[in-house]
């Protein structure tokens, strides 16, 4: 149980267009999602925190503009990378936490999107 | 703020040895701490968790030791196998809150 999906997971774009990445939990409902960001040989970067029904909480220094977040359902998630530049390139990684799970603050990863802005 | 980090970025064992990695957070308030595997291109595994009110937690041949005084946390791997390579991330956080804080990462290596 407790699987939580991405698509795409690869993707390449052109500089200036935008990107947009899924993130699903399969057997779940999730009302809370996060969003991290991974570069090469680096830890995970948290960017928000995705809640269903209502505005993302963006940590310091993320550009909310830049990076959109919406949280439409209870099993999906999605973030927009919009206007995208080659240092946007990275490793996307979404999760979510199971409302089931009460006594656990375990997160459930999805594989990843790896995003290259050409 | 919550930061964790991790002593040794890199660590390579022989097949059948045991295996030691180890973390450090800073946010006293932490009460839950996980332990997740992230093998290349894929997300993060969960291994181990270990809330605050215990110092020991043991799973299928690892081990999590929680010393809450000096903030330090650690993993341990029985047997280490080459399939236990990949990266190992310590994260922080609370029960009563949703966010993980993730430490430096260990790069794990298992030579046959």
């Known amino acids: 149980g407790a699987v939580v999906s991405q698509h795409p997971s690869w993707v390449i774009c052109k500089s200036g267009t935008s990107v947009k990445i899924e993130c699903r939990s399969l057997?779940?409902?999730?009302?809370?999602m996060f969003w991290y960001r991974q570069f090469p040989k680096q830890s995970l970067m948290l960017m928000a925190t995705s809640n269903e029904g209502s505005k993302a909480t963006y940590e310091q220094g993320v550009e909310k503009d830049k990076f959109l977040i919406n949280h439409a359902s209870l099993t999906l998630s999605t973030l927009t990378v919009t206007s995208a530049h080659p240092e946007d390139s990275s490793f996307y990684i979404c999760?979510?936490?199971?409302?089931?799970?009460?006594?656990?603050?375990?997160?459930?990863f999805g594989p990843g999107t790896r995003l290259t802005v050409l | 703020g919550e930061s964790v980090g991790l002593h040794l970025p890199t660590l390579s064992v022989q097949e059948g040895d045991n295996s030691i990695i180890n973390c450090a957070y800073s946010?006293?308030?932490?009460?839950?701490f996980i332990w997740y595997k992230q093998e290349s291109g894929k997300g993060p595994q969960f291994i181990i968790d270990i809330r605050s009110n215990m110092d020991k937690r043991q799973g299928q041949r690892v081990t999590v030791l929680l010393n809450k005084t000096v903030k330090h946390l650690s993993l341990q791997i029985a047997a280490t196998q080459p399939g236990d390579s990949a990266v190992y991330f310590c994260?922080?956080?609370?029960?009563?809150?949703?966010?993980?804080?993730f430490g430096q990462g260990t790069i794990l290596t298992v030579h046959p």
């Open positions: 946010n006293s308030a932490s009460d839950y």
């Open positions: 057997d779940f409902q999730a009302t809370t």
């Open positions: 994260s922080a956080g609370g029960t009563s809150y949703g966010k993980l804080t």
């Open positions: 999760s979510a936490r199971d409302p089931g799970m009460t006594s656990r603050n375990e997160q459930f």
